[in-house]
Nanobody
Framework: QVQLVESGGGLVQPGGSLRLSCAASGFTFSNYVMYWYRQAPGKERERVGY????????DYADSVKGRFTISRDNAKNTVYLQMNSLKSEDTAVYYC????????WGQGTQVTVSS
């Protein structure tokens, strides 16, 4: 069955960096665009960005453009979210999403940006 497992979240000070990982299994990872989303307390889930199946193209929400980078390693069935220059408003649970068989979400990983 499809599984997505995020990791790498934690507490970081403003201006700091984190790298999130999403390990995928149960489907042909290299065939699919992969997405990162986030949901802050009391807010709707927001798309952070995506990366195409081969990794040749990415797109980002305006709120993270220039600070976040999505990459993938198809040999490892893993997608990454590198987050730099973190701000308090980046505090959220971060999810990866695979648009396969109706769509699957990971369990999420908490990112807290606070001094």
């Amino acid at each position: 069955q499809v599984q997505l497992v995020e990791s790498g979240g934690g507490l970081v000070q403003p201006g700091g960096s984190l790298r999130l990982s999403c390990a995928a299994s149960g489907f042909t990872f290299s065939n699919y665009v992969m997405y990162w989303y986030r949901q802050a307390p009391g807010k709707e889930r927001e798309r952070v960005g995506y990366i195409t199946s081969g990794g040749g193209s990415t797109d980002y929400a305006d709120s993270v453009k220039g600070r976040f980078t999505i990459s993938r390693d198809n040999a490892k069935n893993t997608v990454y979210l590198q987050m730099n220059s973190l701000k308090s408003e980046d505090t959220a649970v971060y999810y990866c999403y695979a648009p396969t068989s109706g769509g699957y979400w990971g369990q999420g990983t908490q990112v807290t940006v606070s001094s």
